[in-house]
């Protein structure tokens, strides 16, 4: 049997068929469940005409839902295409059109959007919708030529022939919309992506080379729960969702995340490991606990998990308190590269990966960077890495060179090699603010700003100065009911960074504007702090 990842999925369920696979609210599948309902999207994709590499948008949000398209798709042999169902009709177009899709699977809450785009994508020819109960009230009109049908996922006989073909060289395709541009989709191979995003079965050790010892594994283990409060539209959360399931383990869902609601959903379900994506969902349910954790069981949870933006150290700080023993995992990644180590934030507030032979930081020549220089250059990892960008073979060379044979992924994160190969990331060269020939790094920055108590969130961006080129600026969201200056931000950095680096300029908002998943919007920023420096 081959790395491909409908039938490692199907080896594991046959293993523990009895084991619960998926909760979401009242909902509850166990392995044997969800793959036959599985098996019946995939027969309805079949029996739609969509066939093996065909694209299928995934527009909904958390749910059982999901997880059975998402599965139903590579068990067709189709490629999943996640869609951020936060995107306006202009990104949605873009997406739909770049993606090339043939099929949607979308929620009722999000058809009428879909409809306005569908317009436009003459490869779209089915359409399934997902009844959830929640609309707008805005009735969808769809193209006379998309077959249109209501999702149905009840299982039925089994279908031999959806076995048939599969290979590691199927795709699996990972919309990434970053923090510059329009969205773009990542291509992996499903072994690549089964080795790199999925850690090949076991994060805790060697990968499992087979399906037999994936699911030997799998029934060997206890079944513990993973408490996912992302979307699984994002990355991150698609890697911890596959990564569950693999080990033999359950996920919980909600369709939105809530604070208390999820201190209510760890009573209940008694998770063992919640993940979260950074401080944008990692600071409101520290809040939660603080506020209400007295009323709830949480001592469950053993592990808080972070992929896809990095827990600040104030954060980790604040769960070290709320729950003792608590063990935080700050994962490095990113859908170019899947998962690629553990960051720790030091005292001095840079970010740390111990030496990882995965990880290698380049110059521009892609020759790696001396341990113990000062030498700066980019993280690149090789071996399992995407085969590059959907329909865009420019930024694909980039991204994604062959050097001697051999394709790397780059992933734009500037760093430096301490001497004992510690790698120092210190964050996205495409946000470095560069003031008088000094180079800051925004999330140092942004550390030094979250660790004052009165801050609830910030982003870092430089704006344009006649002296020195570009000065240090930042957006900040005070937590409710206190109160800062600029003057005692300034004078708090000042004790955690050299002067150069402290804000010259802060603008305080209600909110500060993240991607759905909890990515940085740094052009939100940028647009800010500009209209306030006018």
Same mark, same amino acid.
């Given at each position: ?131 959830? +109960?929640? #609309? @707008? &009230? ?6 006379? !030529? ?5 999702? /149905? =996922?009840?299982? $039925? ?19 990434? +919309?970053? #923090? @510059? &541009? ?6 992996? !191979? ?5 080795? /790199? =995003?999925?850690? $090949? ?19 060997? +283990?206890?079944?513990? &729960? ?309």
């Amino acid at each position: 049997m081959t790395l491909q990842l409908a039938s490692l999925f199907e080896a594991v369920a046959a293993a523990v068929p009895d084991r619960l696979a998926v909760v979401c609210d009242e909902r509850r599948l166990t392995f044997a469940e969800l793959d036959a309902r599985a098996d019946a999207v995939a027969r309805a994709l079949r029996e739609a005409g969509i066939g093996p590499g065909e694209h299928v948008g995934v527009h909904m949000p958390n749910g059982i839902e999901y997880v059975e398209t998402l599965l139903g798709c590579l068990k067709a042999r189709t490629v999943p295409v996640n869609i951020n169902y936060r995107y306006t009709d202009r990104e949605l177009h873009h997406l739909y059109s770049d993606a090339g899709l043939a099929a949607l699977v979308v929620d009722e809450e999000y058809a009428p959007p879909a409809a306005r785009v569908a317009h436009d994508c003459p490869d779209l020819r089915h359409v399934e919708i997902v009844r959830s +109960g929640v #609309t @707008t &009230g805005e009735a969808p009109e769809w193209p006379s !030529r998309i077959n249109v049908a209501d999702y /149905a =996922a009840e299982p $039925g006989e089994p279908d031999p022939s959806l076995r048939e073909g599969r290979s590691p060289d199927d795709h699996y395709v990972l919309y990434t +919309g970053g #923090t @510059t &541009g329009l969205p773009k989709g990542v291509v992996w !191979r499903h072994e690549d992506f089964y080795m /790199a =995003a999925v850690s $090949g079965g076991n994060p805790y050790g060697d990968p499992h080379l087979t399906a037999e010892d994936l699911a030997t594994a799998a029934k060997a +283990g206890t079944g513990f &729960g993973y408490l996912l409060t992302m979307p699984l539209m994002h990355g991150a959360a698609a890697y911890t969702l596959l990564i569950a399931l693999y080990g033999g383990s359950h996920v919980i869902l909600a369709r939105r995340f809530d604070p208390i609601a999820t201190l209510g959903q760890i009573e209940r379900e008694k998770p063992m490991i919640v993940t979260v994506v950074g401080d944008a969902i990692a600071r409101p349910l520290a809040d939660a606990i603080r506020a209400h954790g007295a009323g709830y069981d949480l001592s469950s949870v053993k592990v808080v998990g972070s992929g896809g933006a990095i827990f600040s150290r104030s954060v980790q700080q604040e769960f070290a308190e709320l729950i003792p023993g608590i063990y935080i995992n700050n994962g490095f990644g990113a859908s170019e590269s899947g998962i690629d180590g553990s960051i720790q934030v030091g005292a001095d507030g840079l970010m740390r990966i111990a030496p990882n032979p995965r990880l290698t930081v380049v110059d521009s020549g892609m020759n790696p960077i001396p341990p113990g220089s000062d030498e700066l250059g980019v993280v690149a990892r090789s071996g399992h890495v995407p085969l590059g960008y959907h329909n865009d073979p420019d930024k694909t060379a980039r991204t994604f060179p062959v050097v001697g044979g051999t394709r790397w992924a780059i992933l734009g994160d500037m760093a430096r090699v301490e001497a004992d190969g510690t790698t120092v990331v210190l964050g996205r060269g495409s946000g470095c603010i560069n003031t008088g020939g000094e180079k800051v790094f925004p999330e140092e920055v942004e550390q030094a700003l979250k660790a004052h108590p009165a801050v609830m969130d910030a982003l870092v961006a430089g704006v344009p100065d006649d002296r020195f080129g570009e000065r240090v600026a930042a957006v900040v969201e005070l937590r409710p009911g206190t109160s800062a200056t600029t003057d005692d931000l300034r004078a708090h950095c000042r004790e955690h960074l050299a002067g150069y680096k402290i804000p010259a300029l802060v603008a305080f908002t209600d909110e500060v504007v993240r991607s759905p998943s909890g990515k940085a919007d740094y052009r939100w920023a940028k647009r800010v702090l500009t209209d306030h420096t006018r």
